[in-house]
């Protein structure tokens, strides 16, 4: 194997954002030789059009299933200890809090879990019974804004510094040797193929560049269903966010505060070193649906179709947005709501029916493998998602995951496990985005 991984050259497309970068690490590490390996795209590593490159991410344990929790472990492990990944983790905790019935019963239901799945998590998870108990906490939230309010205090959560850490992976690709296209010599335009018209052998962007290798891996992210035919098993939908300015001051009180979610309100993190809050509300996600033939499909079809906020930089997001963000900061941090919000903007991820991600060989293009459909819960697992993309690259994934991460149209992927279907910007009042464009999508 040692000689088959020194001499096979593998292309990722996607390589800037979380599910690509952390790919071309994991064949790096591996044994592959760094000249073989080349990170395709738009724009260079971190991405600014993909959901990982941004100032930062929740940590914590996921438990829909025994893989995820194996997952969540196995990259909270490399959070804390890996020498790359520990410095862009900020280990404040987690408050997940919910005041409604049946938000309460679902929180119970997932502290039981913890406490079942046999991992110790436990030792590390408290119930929270009582605005007292949620304000030892977290002193700064507001006792009026919590009544009722019932948490899970979790010590193994936190904050990840985003776009940091991608960008420290790609500073270690470079270091290696890597090799990077970027424009439109990074931008997919289709796959080549062999003789047999199914075998796959390289890329095509869209400046006509071609690149040859033995193994394809599209790691696109929201971009993936709009690339290729995914066949619906993709759906890709945006959620918004936005910034507040903290005096030094103000930021040195919320220093090393937990991570604050409520699953009718939303969330926001302790400042970064330059004071800066991101604030989100909770909903469903936006869509944009479009005719779109992406490579595979025989006609147009409806499909939603991101647009890219580094492409139109002008674009704002719906009225139902700011009213959101500014009910939770109401909520959060009533001290605050007269502040500024800006670095207002939609971040794009793509949704799968059941929330698994979508990691496979495509059924009819042998040597080409997808790796999407992370469903707005995959930036945790930068440090090793690509360990098991490599896996699957050399037939060795897991039973379990390979099920999990299979090819499997059917399904409602407009809804996935959220509370509803999402809905469509062109019916939000408030987004414009009418400004001339810097490019397609």
């Not at 590593?45 to 991410?57: C, F, Y």
């Not at 037939?395 to 496990?417: M, V």
């Amino acid at each position: 194997m040692a000689t088959s991984r020194a001499n096979t050259k593998i292309v990722v497309v996607g390589g800037g954002g979380t599910m690509g970068s952390s790919t071309a690490l994991h064949l790096v590490r591996s044994g592959y030789t760094p000249s073989n390996i080349t990170v395709l795209d738009t724009y260079p590593i971190p991405s600014a059009q993909s959901a990982g490159n941004d100032l930062n991410k929740i940590m914590g344990i996921q438990m829909r299933n025994k893989g995820d929790l194996q997952l969540s472990l196995e990259a909270r492990d490399m959070w804390r200890n890996d020498e790359l990944f520990k410095p862009f983790f900020h280990n404040t905790g987690r408050l997940d809090c919910e005041s409604s019935e049946k938000g309460v019963a679902s929180l119970r239901q997932e502290y039981q879990e913890l406490l079942d799945a046999g991992a110790g998590l436990e030792k590390s998870n408290e119930w929270l019974d009582s605005e007292d108990a949620i304000l030892a906490k977290m002193p700064l939230l507001p006792r009026d804004q919590i009544k009722g309010w019932k948490a899970i205090f979790s010590k193994d959560g936190g904050w990840l510094a985003a776009g940091k850490a991608i960008n420290a992976v790609g500073e270690e690709l470079r270091k290696q040797g890597v090799q990077f296209g970027y424009g439109g010599a990074g931008s997919f335009k289709q796959p080549l193929f062999a003789e047999d018209g199914t075998t796959c052998i390289g890329v095509e962007t869209v400046d006509g560049t071609k690149y040859y290798a033995d193994k394809v891996v599209l790691a696109t992210g929201a971009w993936s269903p709009t690339l290729v035919d995914l066949e619906d098993q993709c759906c890709s939908k945006a959620w918004v966010y936005a910034m507040i300015q903290l005096s030094p001051e103000e930021a040195a009180e919320y220093k090393d505060s937990p991570v604050v979610y409520n699953g009718d309100v939303g969330f926001f993190f302790e400042p970064n070193e330059d004071g800066v809050i991101k604030v989100c509300d909770e909903f469903p996600g936006f869509t944009r649906f479009k005719q779109h033939q992406p490579y595979g499909a025989a006609k147009p079809k409806h499909i939603s179709v991101p647009r890219s906020h580094a492409k139109h930089p002008t674009d704002t997001y719906p009225d139902a947005s700011e009213k959101g963000i500014r009910n939770a900061i109401a909520t959060f941090l009533p001290r605050f709501t007269d502040k500024e919000l800006f670095n207002r903007a939609l971040c794009w991820c793509t949704d799968t029916a059941d929330a698994a991600l979508l990691i496979c060989e495509h059924p009819k293009w042998k040597n080409f493998v997808l790796a999407t459909g992370d469903s707005g819960h995959t930036f945790k697992l930068l440090p090793i998602i690509g360990k098991h993309v490599v896996e699957l690259l050399e037939g060795n994934l897991a039973e379990d995951l390979t099920h999990a991460w299979r090819w499997r149209p059917g399904g409602d992927a407009l809804r996935s496990r959220r509370g509803a279907p999402a809905q469509d910007l062109a019916d939000m009042p408030g987004w414009n985005h009418d400004a001339p464009s810097q490019g397609k999508l």
